[in-house]
């Protein structure tokens, strides 16, 4: 098949191979900063706050996002998305334990990660050659 410009297609929206390595990519990130953060909180009176724990954990899902952005070719918005909602589940099951989409404050935080993986998407997207 092929379109208006005569590009080939092959008539699929998304790459799972792409969202795969935005997933691990941010769960990756959030590892490392997971250990950082228990290095110093270990080797000093510091203590982290849920405030920045939960930046934290938004910065590392938009950084998956972006690589997955970064590695497909169009609709990047939707690879981010889709990132932000996978890595929103693992965390929520981790987490929440048993509680999936029952409280208001779990789908407001489901919404807000899956709109900063869509500008994460968007961001990676901008950069793809």
Not at 97 to 121: D, N, P, S
Request: charged share 10%; net charge positive; proline share 2%.
């Amino acid at each position: 098949m092929a379109n208006k410009n005569n590009r080939e297609i092959d008539g699929y929206s998304l790459r799972p191979i792409a969202i795969l390595k935005g997933f691990v990519l941010s769960q990756f990130l959030l590892l490392c900063v997971s250990v950082a953060l228990a290095l110093a909180v270990y080797f000093s009176s510091w203590q982290a706050s849920p405030r920045l724990l939960n930046v934290l954990a938004h910065v590392a899902v938009f950084g998956g996002a972006s690589w997955a952005g970064m590695c497909c070719h169009r609709k990047a918005w939707l690879h981010g998305v889709a990132v932000g909602i996978l890595a929103f589940l693992v965390l929520s099951w981790i987490g929440y334990g048993e509680r999936f989409f029952t409280t208001w404050l779990w789908w407001k935080a489901f919404l807000q990660m899956g709109l900063v993986a869509m500008f994460g998407g968007v961001f990676g997207g901008l950069f793809v050659h």
